[in-house]
């Protein structure tokens, strides 16, 4: 067994490798641009790509002077400049001198294209997406179970609402069959009782984030019955999926900020609007008492019943007037019949028979009314008030100044 060497040792032996290199001090390279982070101190990060492998490459500041476009991700470059190993984490880069374009990059380029295509067919249309549940029971997320996007969900939700229940597809999120298992967790989801589905994974280059540009997995979420939130990447980071998605959240934080509803912030709108409505419901019903016994008044004054009822009023007042009018004719009129009975009592024999008087008449019953026309021995009848008697006349004598007359039996 040999010596034993140091990290710094070894890491400095291949880095002398690669400067002696020649092919590895002047190379050029194309690839398309991911990762691309201009630091503050004016050096460029980024990574340039191909549909199998990745280099890490480094601008430092004093090679900018030639760099005459932005970098952006997907763009098709050549970088050339010199391959060496940064001795601290024993990595090797491709340290940039030059950079030059290189068309738009292929990945970029199936991306617009594709892009372009599901546009035309209307996958991307606002009219055919389904609203978000605004109180939501259950979500599903679909995405790694072990990245941080599953954790940032049910914090966020725990704090929003502890009574949302939140359920796991474990899906692989990049690499080869990620778009598959993403699918099957859509489907999946879509046979249970889940309110809504999110999609989503952390931020990563266009290569990290192609499952979530493909083709097939855009038209599952066009197709899917439930609303499918996209929450992929950063807020910089578009998919095709965040196009044809029902709602495309900027983070997966985001995504649980726009699909959990607040429960404390409902509870108490729910309050304020119990109480609203008590009160309106209040006001309306005293409202409709008071209408109601104005209808009422009205009703009364024009109903049958009232109408009978000052019928009856007004006869029997009319009742009371012709009583009054009959009492009054029927005291005038015994009156007037006092009066003539008064002057009758004056001319009725009777009545004077009552005062001590007698009423004569013949044996035929008829009256005698002068001593003319009686004579002695003569039988009359003497009529009293209280019966009558017969006598025989003795003499006639007639009164002073009507003659004189005397007969004596």
């Avoid at 098709?76 to 001198?97: C, F, H, N, T, W």
């Avoid at 359920?167 to 099957?184: C, K, N, S, W």
């Avoid at 589905?197 to 197709?223: H, P, T």
Wanted: net charge neutral; proline share 3%; charged share 25%.
């Amino acid at each position: 067994m040999g010596e034993a060497r140091s990290v710094s040792q070894v890491n400095l032996y291949i880095k002398n490798m690669f400067t002696r290199e020649y092919a590895l001090n002047n190379i050029s390279v194309r690839g398309e641009v991911s990762n691309c982070k201009y630091h503050s101190s004016g050096h460029i990060y980024f990574t340039i790509k191909d549909s199998s492998s990745q280099l890490s490459c480094v601008m430092f500041a004093s090679m900018r002077q030639g760099l005459g476009f932005k970098m952006e991700e997907g763009s098709g470059v050549i970088v050339q400049g010199s391959i060496s190993v940064y001795e601290r984490d024993g990595k090797y880069q491709l340290y940039a001198r030059k950079i030059t374009r290189d068309g738009g990059g292929r990945l970029y380029e199936e991306y617009e294209k594709m892009k372009k295509r599901l546009l035309e067919e209307g996958l991307f249309d606002a009219d055919r997406k389904k609203k978000i549940p605004a109180y939501a029971k259950s979500i599903g997320v679909v995405t790694a179970p072990e990245g941080a996007v599953i954790h940032d969900i049910c914090n966020v939700a725990a704090r929003r609402n502890p009574y949302v229940q939140i359920y796991l597809y474990p899906a692989r999120v990049q690499g080869e069959g990620a778009e598959d298992t993403v699918i099957e967790g859509i489907r999946y989801f879509e046979k249970t009782n889940v309110d809504t589905i999110i999609i989503g994974r952390g931020g990563g280059s266009i290569e990290d984030l192609w499952a979530f540009n493909s083709e097939k997995l855009a038209r599952v979420v066009y197709a899917c019955t439930k609303p499918v939130v996209s929450a992929v990447g950063h807020e910089t980071d578009t998919t095709i999926a965040d196009f044809v998605a029902d709602l495309r959240a900027p983070t997966p934080s985001a995504a649980a900020e726009l699909t959990v509803f607040p429960y404390k912030e409902a509870e108490t709108a729910l309050r304020e609007a119990a109480y609203s409505l008590k009160w309106q419901i209040n006001n309306i019903l005293k409202i409709k008492r008071l209408k109601l016994v104005q209808y009422e008044t009205m009703l009364e004054s024009s109903s049958p019943r009232d109408l009978l009822r000052q019928r009856r009023l007004y006869a029997a007042d009319c009742q009371d007037r012709l009583s009054l009018l009959m009492e009054q004719k029927l005291t005038a009129a015994r009156h007037q019949l006092e009066l003539y009975i008064e002057e009758l009592k004056g001319l009725s024999p009777l009545y004077k028979l009552k005062g001590g008087y007698s009423y004569v008449a013949r044996e035929d019953g008829s009256s005698v009314k002068s001593v003319d026309e009686i004579s002695p021995g003569q039988e009359l009848a003497l009529y009293m008030q209280d019966g009558h008697a017969v006598v025989n006349v003795k003499y006639v004598r007639k009164a002073e100044g009507y003659g004189s007359k005397e007969n004596d039996t």
